[in-house]
């Protein structure tokens, strides 16, 4: 036949009727017919991107039915997973509680079992018949060498393979539930649909691939679903307790769970023909393994209590799991909590889950969307006005904060492509419209930098005219031409000559100064110094049970016309269950608490105390021998450790304090230095300049020095220079690194030398009419007592400190070995 479908309003009326279909879905169907009805004899590929929830099998079967009117023979659904084949083969099954009615041309099901029989090959050779074949799509994908595929085989009753039964009709329209899962990325997934050419492809979902925007007819989203009331609103449950153990949050996730059967059977004896549903756990979790370690965490006393009611559903389960998955809606149904990791992710609708916990980090709006949408479903059909069933609860101990940010992803919509070219106010195209294939000017300018249109702005030169820069004339380092200005340097600057940064010579060690540097230290802490009674005074504290509660977000929607709003809105709180904890577990946290502080000594003397303090604590907390055996919450454990803690650090912070010296390792010299490039060469210099670099040295560490004194510091550095007694030796500097402590501030000798037995000296030169000065005198007593300070500390090598005034200096009559015995140094 020939695929042509028109559009009948009085018919999408009937059968929205028939199908009692929601607002979203009647408005879904027809748009959907008006585009196919718009594209009679054209290949159309239309999204519905419809909130989870809301009813997209409504939707597919009123559109099959309305499709069918129209003389339509053949739909092929196609499914990701057998969970959701099954789904979809009740939908059409008239005995399954999931049947959808509704239908006046009831529809031939064809599925993977049945398709071979003759009973199915009679049906297709019936052109009058409605055939609907619910196929997964790996039913569907090009055989390999490996894997073969029944579905392309001949068939004896058919005389050809089903698949080419289908790409031969000529009316085939595919229906592609979780359509995201088929993008045209997914080539194998792609291709066994686009390959059978159908006529139309209709892809439903609840969260389309942003790169398929251009296919998507309608869009709905779950803001506006739960604003109009057709889903649960969702509510964020999490502890401020800093408490995120997965035990926890499944035991939360229990205690909700247990408020909401109490809410469900209260509002089904207010409401005698309200259908019985019983609400479940859902736990997503991160592995198969794990879903195994949190079924067995279930089962236990405090939790859901039973293994038989906790139902593990992941790829490896088996058939009698999947069966108890079908049934987990039926009221007979003892299944309390469901565990997956991926199986149910998508596509899996019941609506009796009341209460969700994602172990897995909820890392994108799709994920959270899907897992959220396992539990949006109302139980009862309608929302009841009792906010404990038409709430879902997600705990979320971990990650709240983030979901409670992200709230607004529940109102977005897939942004649809504009074929309009963006434009300002003056009709310029704006920058989106730029052309990435053309080159951007290397000097960073836009066309129109300089022009009146402001920065950005493109300014058209028309013939006769003239540009600002038809007079600029010069060549970039691109050989391109554009706005510059040239520049003649004077003939002064161009020879002055640009210091040059230099490291120290070739061979020269680097130095390690030991910077003694006094501080005030504590004095040795003892347990010994804390008495009972401030142990028993902080204890009071801890004398009451601390409660810890569980708060609960509702993600709330508020709809204005076509815009919603998502408001956070606070629930009330409930006091949450605590792990409880006899008194000996508590005596030991507190223990370990005072013998975790580094400053607590590890010995016998120390332990001791310890109990000592802990007994004192207790007492302050109420605690006597006669109630020896009582629990205590873990909150209330928790707050009694930290204070505990607290009161150790507060006496470990204030004990006396003393000082002390440490010796700081500076490493010299700084490096590099700027040489000025004229600079002299010492051993040629016939008159001292005060402040000039000297360059040419044989032993200094670095390419030149200065000096302040030609007397002292000068005929220092010459005399070290040539001694053969000195290995090496540098200069050091008012406000640098290396100085010594004194009292009255800190102390910048002249030079470092090493000789050649290894010494490190450390030497200061100084003017005959100062050496005698009181502030000269303390120094030296300092430098002398930091040298013998260094010798004992050992991790320095030997340093010595030598003072040299004028009158040593000449005696020493340029020897190093002279210098020493006209000096005497310690």
């Given at each position: 036949m020939t695929f042509d479908i028109a559009y009948d309003e009085a018919l999408i009326e009937e059968i929205a009727a028939r199908f009692d279909l929601r607002d979203p879905n009647k408005r879904a169907l027809a748009t959907l017919v008006k585009r196919l009805a718009s594209g009679s004899f054209v290949f159309q590929e239309l999204v519905a991107d419809l909130a989870t929830g809301v009813g997209k099998t409504y939707l597919m079967s009123s559109l099959i039915e309305y499709l069918a009117t129209q003389g339509v023979r053949h739909v092929l659904v196609v499914t990701p997973g057998s969970t959701i084949q099954r789904k979809t083969l009740e939908n059409f099954d008239a005995a399954s509680a999931k049947y959808v009615p509704g239908a006046d041309l009831i529809p031939f099901v064809v599925t993977p079992e049945t398709f071979r029989s003759a009973r199915v090959s009679a049906a297709l050779r019936d052109p009058s018949r409605l055939k609907v074949f619910v196929f997964n799509v790996q039913q569907l994908i090009r055989p390999t060498d490996k894997v073969s595929r029944k579905v392309r085989d001949e068939d004896e009753n058919l005389g050809d393979a089903l698949y080419s039964y289908l790409e031969n009709a000529d009316d085939l329209l595919v229906i592609a539930d979780e359509h995201h899962v088929y993008h045209e990325k997914a080539k194998a997934f792609s291709g066994a649909i686009r390959d059978l050419h159908p006529v139309a492809l209709i892809g439903l979902t609840a969260t389309p691939d942003p790169a398929d925007a251009s296919k998507v007819a309608f869009q709905y989203t779950l803001g506006e679903a739960i604003a109009d009331g057709h889903v649960k609103v969702p509510v964020i449950v999490y502890r401020k307790d800093g408490t995120k153990d997965e035990r926890t949050q499944l035991q939360d996730a229990c205690q909700l769970l247990g408020h909401k059967e109490r809410s469900y059977a209260l509002y089904r004896e207010m409401h005698p023909d309200a259908p019985a549903v019983k609400p479940c756990l859902f736990v997503v979790c991160q592995t198969i393994q794990h879903a195994g370690e949190v079924g067995q965490l279930l089962a236990q006393p405090g939790l859901i209590g039973d293994g038989s009611r906790v139902l593990e559903i992941t790829s490896q389960s088996s058939d009698e799991a999947l069966e108890a998955l079908a049934q987990v809606e039926h009221p007979d149904s003892p299944i309390r909590a469901i565990v997956s990791v991926n199986m149910l992710r998508e596509g899996w609708d019941v609506k009796n889950i009341a209460v969700i916990v994602a172990l897995r980090r909820l890392a994108s709006q799709t994920l959270t969307e899907q897992i959220l949408g396992r539990g949006l479903r109302l139980p009862f059909g309608v929302r009841t006005g009792v906010a404990d069933v038409d709430q879902v609860d997600l705990v979320a101990h971990d990650s709240y904060q983030q979901l409670l940010d992200q709230k607004d992803v529940l109102r977005q919509r897939i942004q649809l492509?504009?074929?309009?070219?963006?434009?300002?106010?003056?009709?310029?195209?704006?920058?989106?419209?730029?052309?990435?294939?053309?080159?951007?000017?290397?000097?960073?300018?836009?066309?129109?930098?300089?022009?009146?249109?402001?920065?950005?702005?493109?300014?058209?030169?028309?013939?006769?005219?003239?540009?600002?820069?038809?007079?600029?004339?010069?060549?970039?380092?691109?050989?391109?031409?554009?706005?510059?200005?040239?520049?003649?340097?004077?003939?002064?600057?161009?020879?002055?000559?640009?210091?040059?940064?230099?490291?120290?010579?070739?061979?020269?060690?680097?130095?390690?100064?030991?910077?003694?540097?006094?501080?005030?230290?504590?004095?040795?802490?003892?347990?010994?110094?804390?008495?009972?009674?401030?142990?028993?005074?902080?204890?009071?504290?801890?004398?009451?049970?601390?409660?810890?509660?569980?708060?609960?977000?509702?993600?709330?929607?508020?709809?204005?016309?076509?815009?919603?709003?998502?408001?956070?809105?606070?629930?009330?709180?409930?006091?949450?269950?605590?792990?409880?904890?006899?008194?000996?577990?508590?005596?030991?946290?507190?223990?370990?608490?005072?013998?975790?502080?580094?400053?607590?000594?590890?010995?016998?003397?120390?332990?001791?105390?310890?109990?000592?303090?802990?007994?004192?604590?207790?007492?302050?907390?109420?605690?006597?021998?006669?109630?020896a055996s009582a629990e205590w919450g873990q909150k209330r454990r928790q707050q009694a450790v930290e204070g505990m803690r607290r009161l150790i650090r507060d006496k470990i912070a204030n004990r006396k304090q003393q000082m002390a010296f440490e010796f700081v390792p500076v490493t010299l010299p700084l490096e590099p230095v700027l040489v000025d490039a004229d600079a002299p060469q010492a051993h040629n210099v016939t008159k001292f300049k005060k402040g000039v670099q000297y360059v040419g040295w044989k032993k200094n560490v670095m390419p030149m020095?200065?000096?302040?004194?030609?007397?002292?510091?000068?005929?220092?550095?010459?005399?070290?220079?040539?001694?053969?007694?000195?290995?090496?030796?540098?200069?050091?500097?008012?406000?640098?690194?290396?100085?010594?402590?004194?009292?009255?501030?800190?102390?910048?000798?002249?030079?470092?030398?090493?000789?050649?037995?290894?010494?490190?000296?450390?030497?200061?030169?100084?003017?005959?009419?100062?050496?005698?000065?009181?502030?000269?005198?303390?120094?030296?007593?300092?430098?002398?007592?930091?040298?013998?300070?260094?010798?004992?500390?050992?991790?320095?090598?030997?340093?010595?400190?030598?003072?040299?005034?004028?009158?040593?200096?000449?005696?020493?009559?340029?020897?190093?070995?002279?210098?020493?015995?006209?000096?005497?140094?310690?």
């Open positions: 492509p504009s074929s309009e070219v963006p434009v300002d106010n003056q009709g310029f195209a704006t920058t989106s419209t730029l052309d990435p294939s053309k080159p951007v000017d290397p000097r960073g300018w836009g066309e129109g930098d300089f022009g009146v249109g402001g920065a950005g702005a493109a300014v058209a030169i028309g013939p006769g005219q003239r540009s600002l820069f038809d007079d600029w004339d010069f060549e970039d380092e691109y050989g391109q031409t554009g706005p510059g200005l040239q520049f003649q340097e004077a003939e002064e600057r161009i020879e002055t000559k640009e210091p040059i940064p230099q490291h120290r010579v070739e061979g020269a060690p680097q130095i390690v100064f030991p910077r003694r540097e006094a501080r005030l230290a504590y004095a040795p802490f003892s347990l010994s110094d804390i008495p009972d009674g401030d142990a028993q005074a902080a204890g009071v504290a801890f004398i009451k049970e601390v409660p810890t509660f569980l708060f609960r977000d509702a993600l709330e929607a508020k709809r204005s016309g076509d815009d919603v709003t998502i408001v956070s809105t606070p629930q009330g709180t409930e006091e949450a269950q605590q792990t409880l904890a006899g008194l000996d577990v508590v005596r030991d946290d507190l223990i370990e608490a005072i013998m975790q502080q580094p400053e607590v000594p590890s010995e016998k003397a120390s332990k001791n105390a310890a109990k000592r303090l802990v007994w004192a604590f207790l007492k302050g907390a109420g605690v006597t021998t006669e109630v020095a200065t000096f302040d004194a030609g007397t002292t510091e000068w005929q220092l550095a010459l005399l070290m220079d040539r001694d053969p007694n000195i290995e090496w030796w540098v200069r050091l500097y008012t406000n640098g690194p290396a100085f010594v402590p004194t009292t009255d501030g800190a102390y910048f000798p002249d030079f470092i030398a090493i000789d050649t037995e290894g010494t490190y000296w450390l030497i200061e030169g100084k003017a005959d009419d100062h050496a005698k000065d009181d502030s000269v005198l303390r120094k030296k007593a300092a430098a002398e007592t930091w040298a013998r300070a260094v010798r004992d500390d050992g991790d320095f090598g030997k340093w010595r400190y030598l003072f040299a005034t004028e009158t040593d200096i000449k005696q020493a009559g340029g020897s190093w070995n002279g210098l020493l015995v006209s000096t005497k140094p310690e």
